[in-house]
Structures are given as C-alpha cells and as structure tokens.
C-alpha cells in the first residue's frame, strides 16, 4: 500500500500530536489531584479554626467555643473519618463534671484525627509545612503541657 506524500504528512502530524494529548491529559489529571488535596486541607483549616477556642481554653481552662460552631463542622467529621472521636469530644465537652484531662485527651486526639486525615500534616509545600507542623502538631501539645502545668502548681 502507497501513501501520497499529503496522507504521510498528516499521519505524521497526528502521531506527533499524541504525545502532546497525553501529556496534557496527564496534566488535568495531577492538577485535580492537586485540587482534591488542597481542598481536604482547606477541610482540615475549617476544622481547625472551630475547635481554636476549645483548644486555647485547654491553658487556661477558660470558655470553650460555642456548641454551635461543633454542629457546623459535624458535616466534615465523616469526610474526616473522625465521627467516633467528635462524638467522643462532643459527650465529654458538655460533660460537666468532667475531668480537664479527658476533655484535653479527647480534643487532641480530634485534632491528630483531623490532621491526618485532612492532609494537613503532609503538607507539601516547604515553606508552609513548618507552618502547618507547629499547628496540627506542636500547637495542641504545648497548651496540653500548659494546662498540666497549670493544674499541677495550683493548691
């Protein structure tokens, strides 16, 4: 079989515009992956940022957040695959008669929960992982110590 010179050509143009197609393929298929993660940390911040009251009460033993802010974010807890420990946090926070430590245990063991599965801990990105380290992880530990330091030199 003989191709003119006109078939050769475009056969050639297409097979040079293959690699081209799947590469550009390749490419909207990482940047959705991109996207679905930055949106689970996004998640993740949104999380964060209602549970930042309890978690700077933890020092002080001051006022908790509003229960209404935890219903907000009880749509995330089962993309977060938290629904157990926000249970758990929600029983033991509207538990008067509570001991401090269970409530701090519950909320940090939310919070690792979260910053795990919203990708906040394996942030990517350089410059903002350290960031995002001293928030999921060092953050919580520090007011944890605060509030068994504090409980431990009161009479």
């Given at each position: 079989?003989?191709?003119?010179?006109r078939?050769?050509?475009?056969?050639?143009?297409?097979?040079?515009?293959?690699?081209?197609?799947?590469?550009?393929?390749?490419?909207?298929?990482?940047?959705?992956?991109?996207?679905?993660?930055?949106?689970?940390?996004?998640?993740?911040?949104?999380?964060?940022?209602v549970?930042?009251?309890?978690?700077?009460?933890?020092a002080?033993?001051?006022?908790?957040?509003?229960?209404?802010?935890?219903?907000?974010?009880?749509s995330?807890?089962?993309?977060?695959?938290?629904?157990?420990?926000?249970?758990?946090?929600?029983?033991?926070?509207?538990?008067?008669?509570?001991?401090?430590?269970?409530?701090?245990?519950?909320?940090?063991?939310?919070?690792?929960?979260?910053?795990?599965?919203?990708?906040?801990?394996?942030?990517?990105?350089?410059?903002?992982?350290?960031?995002?380290?001293?928030?999921?992880?060092k953050?919580?530990?520090?007011?944890?110590?605060?509030?068994?330091?504090?409980?431990?030199?009161?009479?």
């Amino acid at each position: 079989m003989r191709l003119s010179i006109r078939e050769r050509l475009i056969a050639v143009v297409f097979l040079s515009l293959l690699p081209i197609v799947l590469l550009g393929y390749l490419f909207v298929q990482q940047s959705n992956k991109d996207i679905a993660f930055a949106s689970k940390e996004l998640d993740g911040t949104a999380y964060y940022a209602v549970l930042a009251q309890d978690l700077a009460a933890l020092a002080s033993e001051g006022k908790q957040g509003s229960s209404d802010k935890l219903r907000a974010i009880r749509s995330l807890d089962e993309e977060m695959d938290a629904v157990a420990l926000a249970d758990s946090y929600s029983k033991v926070r509207g538990d008067t008669s509570a001991n401090p430590a269970e409530v701090r245990a519950a909320l940090l063991a939310l919070l690792a929960k979260v910053g795990d599965a919203s990708n906040l801990i394996l942030d990517p990105d350089l410059d903002s992982y350290y960031v995002m380290d001293m928030l999921v992880t060092k953050l919580p530990a520090a007011f944890d110590g605060s509030a068994a330091l504090s409980a431990s030199v009161r009479p």
